[in-house]
């Protein structure tokens, strides 16, 4: 059993035993004022995973919503930037981090009454997850019912030490290898590497980009630096720590936790021991099952041996079979039956007649009819937020996409569809941004992206699981998407902004050409009438100009 930070010790890595292995976590000082106020309202204050209580619901969400932009850990974030705006002089009988033994009291009572699932889906806990790998955040960030923020690449410099190290993960098994003095080396080069060229394309930037009479300093500034950011993101490994907050029912947190037992990375199934000890102190009935060999073991048992079977299988059916070129985005699937069916959705509702009935008249209706149907649903979209209806859902799309480590980070989050992945390797080569080669950053990036290779190479023989940490995320990633017309419009106008980054928009914008030529899905295309194709020379110019005028600067 994983014991979860014994001690207290301030300004040193924090040791989890778990068995033989080690795992190191950065713990924060906190004074003895600091520690009286967040007793109260987290349940540790030195591990990595901690549950937010007793705040306002609106708090928690706004903490979340600070968190992704922030470098700071959230019990910082919330001393500094929250604290002061709440009232907490009747907290002061509270100790969050003792667990909440009258809760679990009502809920095992609750349970006994009205049964398991159903209550699990209506008792929620925001979860701060702390210092994971790029690798563990896509496995966290999985389940589509829960609700997630994770620390953005383009606001924080990736180059500001953590307790004194680097901000990547440092897995316990590796280290203890012989690789592990390499494996410190290299990831330490290729985080100077990132920290130089990021100085550098910051300056070329700044020097060619203008500033514009309307734009302050700090404003520009900003952009310029995101921009910068956002070209060199690429240079990091996706062992770079990152923080998450996840919100979620304690039915989706429980089915998170099983999947992390059956995971086949060890930083996974360690911080899932993590997970479930904090989670305990808040929702301990909703998780009862977790622990029952016949329930959740099992459960757990069934995810990690279907995994290792099919892996197995497919390995011997193919992997004597060649990669085949590909383009960066294909449409492999989509029904050409697609626009009767949508019509006959927008019927459905306002209509007597059973859906077959309703796809034979589509079926005659003239061009003039169909058309003024849709329009008629779509109407006038005054922002992306207008969405169609559900009729929508009658379509599905599915694609298979190559592309940098990075985009498919921002892709991935996306919840309300099919996504899968395959495995972080550098078999697919690489990404490297134009800006990178005119600030003269080419030699740098490419001997990290060399450096990064050798390294996965070097550990893929004998800890195959903990080799994708090497792999910087330029390297692109193949993965396949499947969803439908309605979460596309969704996607694509939201992905298209001109305040995202390059790689992804590039990828969901070639999606809508797809649409409208391939699939001939043009009224699907042309309902997506917040799609933005314009490329700005600073993407996040406009956004930073309009939180300036909220602060009132």
Not at 2 to 10: C, D, K, M, S, T
Not at 166 to 178: E, H, Q, W
Not at 277 to 305: C, N, Q
């Amino acid at each position: 059993m994983l014991l979860a930070f014994p001690g207290r010790w301030r300004g040193v890595a924090r040791t989890v035993w778990d068995g033989p292995t080690v795992s190191l976590y950065v713990p924060e000082e906190f004074s003895s004022e600091e520690s009286d106020v967040l007793r109260r309202y987290f349940t540790n204050l030195d591990g990595p995973v901690f549950a937010l209580v007793n705040l306002p619901e609106v708090v928690k969400g706004a903490l979340f919503a600070r968190y992704s932009r922030s470098p700071k850990s959230l019990r910082r974030l919330f001393l500094d930037e929250f604290v002061g705006d709440l009232d907490i002089s009747g907290d002061h009988t509270i100790d969050a981090t003792v667990g909440l033994r009258r809760a679990e009291e009502l809920y095992e009572k609750v349970f006994v009454e009205y049964g398991d699932d159903s209550v699990a889906q209506l008792g929620g806990v925001h979860l701060a997850c702390e210092q994971a790998s790029n690798i563990l955040t896509k496995a966290l960030e999985w389940g589509r019912l829960m609700s997630y923020l994770e620390q953005s690449t383009r606001y924080i410099n990736y180059d500001v030490r953590l307790g004194g190290r680097y901000r990547y993960f440092r897995d316990p098994a590796v280290l203890a290898g012989r690789l592990g003095t390499r494996y410190v080396g290299d990831m330490d080069r290729m985080f100077d590497a990132y920290s130089v060229a990021l100085d550098a394309v910051t300056e070329h930037v700044r020097a060619t980009v203008g500033r514009g009479a309307n734009v302050s300093d700090f404003v520009f500034r900003q952009a310029t630096r995101a921009k910068a950011l956002d070209a060199t993101r690429g240079m990091l490994p996706a062992a770079a720590l990152s923080n998450v907050g996840i919100y979620g029912s304690g039915q989706a947190f429980e089915a998170l936790l099983l999947r992390l037992r059956a995971h086949p990375l060890p930083e996974a199934r360690e911080y899932g021991e993590l997970m479930l000890h904090e989670l305990r102190k808040v929702i301990p009935s909703f998780l009862r099952r977790v622990d029952v060999p016949e329930r959740g073991g099992r459960w757990s048992t069934y995810l990690a041996t279907t995994r290792e079977r099919t892996a197995e299988l497919v390995a011997t059916l193919f992997d004597d079979e060649h990669v085949a070129p590909a383009p960066p985005v294909t449409l492999v699937d989509f029904d050409p039956d697609a626009e009767d069916k949508l019509l006959a959705a927008i019927c459905y509702p306002h209509s007597a007649r059973p859906e077959h009935q309703l796809l034979d008249r589509v079926a005659r209706l003239g061009a003039a009819e169909r058309l003024a149907l849709v329009r008629a649903y779509v109407g006038e979209r005054e922002n992306r937020r207008h969405k169609p209806g559900r009729a929508f859902e009658r379509i599905d799309y599915r694609f298979d996409v190559l592309s940098d480590y990075g985009a498919f980070r921002d892709l991935q989050r996306h919840r309300m569809l099919t996504i899968e992945w395959q495995k972080l390797t550098p078999r697919h080569g690489y990404v490297r941004p134009e800006l990178v080669d005119d600030a003269g950053q080419q030699p740098p990036f490419d001997d990290a992206m060399a450096r990064s290779a050798a390294l996965y190479d070097a550990l893929a023989g004998e800890l195959s699981q903990q080799a994708s940490y090497a792999v910087a995320m330029a390297y692109r990633v193949r993965y396949v998407m499947q969803f439908n017309a309605r979460a596309a419009i969704h996607l694509l106008e939201l992905r298209s902004g001109s305040q995202g980054h390059p790689a992804y928009r590039r990828v969901v914008l070639e999606m809508h050409r797809l649409i409208a030529e391939q699939a001939g899905h043009r009224a699907v295309a042309e309902a997506m009438t917040h799609l933005s194709t314009e490329e700005p020379e600073l993407e996040r110019l406009e956004a930073e100009r309009r939180a300036e005028q909220r602060r009132g600067g």
